[in-house]
């Protein structure tokens, strides 16, 4: 790997930040670097207290909060994990993250969102959670508190800071410092772990690639702290002296709201979220200020959202990500055309990331323009999956670069574009294939208003099966979409059979709603 450029511990670079900058806004709390640092080091006195040392899993599951971007500092200092816990998350995803982690401490909100967070608890096994020694609670109010686990110590958070005790520091560069869940659309999530230096150098990267630190910047922070996308995005504002605005949940006219009254440069999000900003007003360019929108794609049926977005002044920029290697990885250029600009992808942010691509089959690193799957190396690339060898092992080549399982390719620019993931390619008639590029063939047909392709055995031969949901008023005519399919594609890529759904199973992330492609193949298994 790549030598980090600064070998920064989280405290250092807590500590490098001007502490008279505005860090972020809370509704009516005002946050400066310094408050963020005296919280920081009361917290991380608090845990101390409650035995929390060096190794130990600290579970924060809490929507977008300042104490989480606290905790996660305090847990630093210690030499513990901070393990990030979506809040959409309910009993049975609880009980696999917080055992396999064996997590020591949780900290909850109990009634956010007028969610019973305690009963949710309540119903994890209790075999899952025999390792957390201690909950701590955070409020907004003085309702009373009732313990859920009565092994479990319970401690308010705001009693944190009101320790007294001392502790040596355990914050080193490369110490463990958080772990991010992946999505589990296929198999129970792996737990994606990062050091401190990692987090640092990839903030202090994004920060020029994105102009964070230009002039008069200020970033909305409506991705959840949870997930790479809004983790990333916070702490490249840290590392820019710039302030966020902090949304504990996205909600699309609130959002829309800030960014015209406060005048937000910055925002990061899913195609789903700039449509409903959008949506939610009518002004034919309503947020003039906004000069970055980089945005991921997840939802198929807004493949036009960057022609409608650009007609209404705001430009959104193609990126590229994950949780093995941060969000905001890679971004396309500004000077694209749109075709090349909405690609998943760009230019990598660090100058001492390299990407290449490799053929799955014979192993041969590819040229530009081949198809392939993506290898990536650089400061930002996780350290492990924690508690998990073999899957880490398996994750890197013998050189060190990280498989990445997605389909790709090289430009001759210097960029990579992301086609599709690798599970998701189809082998048809020996020939390597998008999904994608079915889809976009169905979508097209007017009486299709989304589509999704996979792959299943016919006749002894691979072959694509494909998934539409129809526009209202419309029944499916699978002979006459075949046939516009046949017009318009290479015959081994029409669909052998079309089903019609109502609507296409998905899973929650912290980072958006992701379509379960694994449980439409099976599907396709099923009925082929």
């Not at 396999?100 to 401490?105: D, L, M, P, T």
């Not at 079915?438 to 989304?450: F, K, W």
Request: charge should be negative.
């Amino acid at each position: 790997m790549p030598e980090l450029t600064a070998r920064e511990s989280l405290p250092a670079f807590l500590q490098t930040l001007d502490g008279s900058r505005l860090a972020l806004e809370y509704g009516a709390e005002r946050w400066r670097v310094a408050d963020l640092r005296g919280a920081v080091s009361a917290a991380a006195r608090g845990l101390a207290g409650l035995g929390i040392g060096a190794g130990d899993c600290v579970g924060l599951w809490l929507p977008n909060i300042p104490a989480w971007i606290v905790l996660f500092f305090a847990c630093a200092e210690l030499g513990a994990i901070a393990l990030s816990v979506n809040t959409r998350f309910r009993s049975h995803e609880l009980a696999d993250i917080l055992g396999r982690s064996k997590c020591k401490a949780l900290v909850y909100w109990p009634h956010f969102k007028a969610i019973d967070f305690a009963d949710i608890l309540r119903g994890v096994e209790a075999e899952a959670i025999a390792a957390i020694e201690e909950l701590v609670v955070y409020q907004e109010d003085d309702a009373p508190l009732e313990n859920p686990l009565p092994g479990a110590r319970l401690t308010r958070y705001a009693d944190l800071k009101l320790a007294g005790h001392t502790y040596l520091g355990a914050a080193t560069p490369d110490a463990r410092c958080v772990i991010f869940t992946t999505s589990g659309t296929t198999k129970a999530p792996k737990f994606v772990c990062h050091r401190q230096a990692t987090v640092v150098q990839h903030a202090r990267d994004v920060v020029p690639a994105f102009e964070f630190d230009a002039p008069g910047s200020l970033v909305l922070q409506a991705l959840p702290l949870c997930g790479v996308f809004g983790f990333t995005q916070a702490l490249a504002a840290l590392a820019a002296g710039t302030p966020m605005i902090v949304m504990p949940v996205f909600e699309a006219e609130g959002a829309a709201r800030i960014v015209i009254e406060r005048g937000i440069t910055h925002c990061q999000g899913v195609d789903d979220m700039i449509d409903r900003m959008l949506a939610a007003r009518p002004e034919p360019q309503p947020f003039p200020t906004l000069r970055y929108f980089g945005y991921a794609r997840f939802n198929p049926a807004l493949e036009d959202i960057v022609e409608r977005a650009e007609a209404r002044g705001v430009i959104l920029r193609g990126l590229y990500g994950m949780s093995e290697v941060h969000a905001l990885y890679a971004l396309q250029p500004l000077e694209l055309p749109t075709a090349e600009r909405r690609k998943g992808g760009g230019k990598p942010v660090s100058p001492r990331a390299s990407v290449r691509v490799r053929d799955p089959e014979s192993g041969k690193v590819l040229d530009v323009g081949e198809h392939g799957e993506i290898e990536l190396m650089g400061p930002s690339v996780m350290v492990e999956y924690y508690g998990d060898e073999q899957a880490t092992a398996e994750a890197f080549t013998d050189d060190g670069y990280f498989k990445t399982g997605d389909l790709g390719y090289l430009e001759d620019d210097g960029r990579f574009c992301y086609i599709t993931r690798m599970g998701d390619v189809l082998r048809l008639a020996g020939f390597l294939t998008s999904p994608q590029e079915i889809e976009t063939v169905l979508d097209e047909h007017p009486e299709v208003a989304n589509s999704q392709v996979v792959g299943a055995t016919i006749d002894s031969q691979p072959s694509a099966v494909a998934f539409v949901i129809m526009e209202s008023g419309y029944t499916l005519d699978e002979a006459a979409l075949q046939t516009w399919c046949r017009e318009r594609l290479a015959g081994y890529k029409v669909p052998r059979r079309i089903f019609a759904l109502a609507e296409f199973p998905t899973t929650l992330s912290a980072n958006g709603t992701k379509i379960q492609r694994a449980k439409l193949r099976t599907l396709a298994a099923e009925r082929v």
